[in-house]
Structure formats: C-alpha cells, structure tokens
C-alpha cells in the first residue's frame, strides 16, 4: 500500500504552511479508503505490515475536505497485482492493488487513469509524462499545451 507515502506528503502539506508554494502528484494512492489493505490487515501479520499510521489514516475520520496544495491524481485499471490475491472482491476498475475510486481526492486539482498496473505506475513513461506536466501546469493531459497558469 502507498499510505506511507501519502501520509507522509499530504501530513508535510496540511501540517507546514510555510512551504513554499507548489504542487504534488499522488500515484495511485488510496485516500478515502483501502479495500485491499482491510482485507489484508484483518489478520495480525497483515495489521503489522501494514502499520499503525495507516488505520489512524481510515479511521479518525478527520481528513480534511479539500487538498492543501494543487493535486494530481494518478490511477490505473490494469487489476494485475497482490491486492487481486489478497482482495479478490477488489472494486472495478483497479491497477491490481487500489480501485480508481480509492484514489479520488476531495479537491484534487486533477485526476487521471492510464493504463497501468499498480507496480508499474513508477516506471510507466505515460505516468512521467503526466506527472511532470501538472508540476509545470497545473494539469494532466500532457498533450494540452500550459496556458497562462502553468510554467513552460
């Protein structure tokens, strides 16, 4: 699962407003919820590996409403991966290991799915691409030129 990383990022947002401004790209992280990661953590080896910060992440319940940074969001709908093991009821489509529903972020400036799984989400060209166009943009759909927002 990618809460580590996502806790990491989006708690560094909302805990330090003195950050200089910018954006951020999630990659395939679940946000609202982990399908896969409830039905692994429901053993103890499971619960362990997944670490305390990701159950205080599902349950407290107190994530804010809107991103605290322009966001893009990157899913995929190629379900070949551990969670498909793991969680075989995983919701439809899904890269494997988070359904696309999983990775909708209340606020996100954008959001995309390419046709991915969830391990090759950081290696994928497609992902890079879209990745480095909403950092200078603002924006994915790396196809569409920067307008006056974004940086060229």
Do not use: K
């Amino acid at each position: 699962m990618d809460f580590l990383s996502l806790l990491i990022v989006y708690r560094a947002l909302l805990d330090h407003a003195d950050l200089p401004p910018g954006r951020a790209v999630l990659l395939s992280s679940p946000f609202l919820d982990s399908y896969a990661a409830r039905r692994f953590g429901v053993n103890p080896f499971g619960h362990m590996l997944l670490g305390t910060s990701m159950w205080g992440w599902l349950e407290d319940g107190a994530l804010p409403r809107s991103a605290p940074r322009e966001l893009g969001v990157v899913a995929g709908p190629l379900g070949i991966g551990l969670g498909s093991l793991v969680a075989p009821q995983l919701p439809r489509p899904h890269d494997g290991v988070v359904a696309v529903s999983e990775t909708l972020v209340p606020g996100a400036a954008d959001h995309i799915v390419l046709p991915v799984t969830h391990s090759a989400m950081l290696v994928a060209a497609s992902v890079a691409r879209q990745a480095c166009h909403f950092l200078r943009c603002g924006r994915l759909r790396a196809r569409a030129p920067c307008g006056p927002r974004g940086l060229r």
